[in-house]
């Protein structure tokens, strides 16, 4: 029987259940209180534990870009009691991976301490708590590690269960540029400029016991001793380090192009195993090495890399791999504190699953070549900034890339009736954009936007609105800001027809169809009108469901193949990616009939475009009658017959801007022509005749 609980109406029956399964005796729970909105767990009059949602203590994006939230249950010596997911949007556990692997992974955190370090995979800190992975969801657990564990650190913290741990109990450390001189490598190893880390088939096989890796793989008997990665690393940042490595003018270049806070960190290895794989090659992001220093993570993509093949220490030996890792300075990596370097060793167990395990390898600059200033107010182990703030510091380079796009994108709409009547410019300018908007947009950045933006951006109208939760992706959130002033601008037309990164696939791929010349079928006009409200009863059905459970609307928002295109990269079950490559395929034959016809989001950005505030597509009275060119050269049928453009279903190609003006397409603009070369025919004739009438005329 469930005891009776004061209070517990305003927990979920979720919460509730978890509550007592955990502590089945407790007689009180309070209203939450405090900055985190703590519960206090009373019995006999006494305290017995806490409980609180992580999302009211911090939001940390996860493969989604939006959180994963817990209920943490701790007793009063800040032990976790229980931790359990309420909701996540994780697109992999949605479809695809069972869920209750989740739940699984996240019931280990049973009797870890708010005060330990919990690592994901193998660790060589004795004091830090191991658990294994998810197979095929590694993001997905490496960030709930981090919001279990940060979040409980928090609230332990503000209720006094644990003292506030310090990162330092000084200001950064930095290096110092006075101490430069050239050292052989066997000096560089010995005095700790440069750190080792070694493995053997057979220890990487050990690490793997006990988890679903066992036995795959492993190295036969003889083999175990064989060398599976021989690492080294180091800081070049340091002058000593960087000049005896380098050799001067490799030196010199590289500290011109590191900007203040920035550091080169010297990977190289020998083995069987590449500490650089291929990953970042398919998603720019090395998945194989990463550094950690106070908890956080230092991840690297593709433009962090750079290729190092010279090296100059006397004594070095020869390496298979050798890369400069540039840590960039919103990281804000203190050299004068110790990190690791993390070795992600992944075993596949299924066609698109694999565990893994981590190795670590510590490093420490020598005291020689630091600064440490004086001891001031001691600092806290994790940044109280927004976790939107960080986010975008670490993807300037995207959102500037990304806001200079659409800049171009403005400047192209304004000058479109001077660009237009140049069709080959036009026609280069459209390609070229959609391209980057595949590449960039679509594949880079995963900026693809979805029906679930707007589903959950209005259940958050009516809920605790939270800016921080879309500010966590820079990238969606600049998309939708510029796509909801450019609807409400100009309609639609300008997302779909510009920014879409699946329309602007269908539309590139069509394009190309066309030039080797495959035959395009149009849909008779009657049949197509009425094929638009396919999309806008998809929107609806959506929309119904979002109100029972958001979540259950985020399954049958699988209609929209974007996730499967472009945020798993057709990396998943063969029936969704059946399903897009039917889409791609059809719009061989005829152009975007995906967004023309099922498409909710277009469905959704049409509705706001009837109030749109400029119409800067131009028509004649000629235009539908007699006239139907435009009609019949439109791509996506957005041109009724009887010449009126339909914006709730243009896609601003521009292409009937271009006919518009050319005056040897245009039928109207034809026969103004042909009008205007008879007239002057004619008055060329007359001048002809009058001229010879003169001279024909005596003196």
Known sequence: MTPSISHAAALSTLEQERLYSVLPSVEQVSEPSGEFGVRTLHQDGEIVGYAFQTNDVLTIPAYSGRPINFQVIMDPQANILDAYVLHHDEPILLIGIPEHKLHNFVSKYQGVNANQRVVIGHSKDDSAITIDAVSGATVTVMVANETVMRATHKVAIDLGLISADVATAAPQSTINTEVDQVKDWETLINDG?????????????????????????????????????????????????????????????????????EHAILVAGNGSYSFKGSGYVRGGIFDRVQLRQYGDIISFRDLDFTRLNDVYAEGMPRFSEMAIFIVRSSYELDPGQDWSLELLVRKQIGPVSSVFTIFEGQYQTPEAYLNRPEAVASEPLYDERPMWVTIWEQKTFQITVLVIALALLVIILFIQDYLVRRPRLIHFIRNSYLTFTVIFIGWYALGQLSIVNVLTFVHSLFDDFNWGIFLNDPIIFILWTFTAAATL?????????????????????????????????????????????????????????????????E?????????????????????????????????IFTRKVYCRYICPLGAALAIPTRVRLFDWLKRRKDCGSPCQLCAKECEVQAIHPDGTINASECHHCLDCQVTYYNDNRCPPLVATKKRKQRKQKEIDNALVIETVQLEDKPL
């Open 193 to 261: 400029s440069v750190a080792h880390l070694s493995l053997t088939r057979g220890q990487v096989d050990d690490a793997f016991v006990g988890t679903e890796g066992e036995g795959v793989d492993n190295a036969r008997p003889e083999q175990r001793d064989e060398q599976f990665i021989d690492l080294y690393f180091s800081d070049l940042t340091v002058p000593t380090i960087g000049r005896s490595i380098l050799g001067d003018k490799q030196y010199e270049r590289l500290q011109d192009e590191l900007v203040a806070g």
């Open 489 to 553: 601008l100009w309609g639609r037309g300008i997302f779909c027809g510009w920014l879409c990164p699946f329309g602007a696939l269908q539309e590139l791929i069509n394009e190309i169809a066309r030039k080797l010349k495959i035959k395009q079928y149009t849909v008779p006009f009657g049949i197509h009108e009425r094929l638009w409200a396919i999309k806008y009863i998809v929107l609806f059905v959506l929309f119904g469901l979002s109100l029972q459970s958001l979540a259950t609307a």
């Open 555 to 587: 399954k049958f928002a699988e209609v929209e193949p974007f996730k499967t295109t472009f945020t798993l990269g057709f990396d998943r079950q063969w029936w969704f990616v059946l399903y897009a490559v039917i889409l791609l395929v059809i719009n």
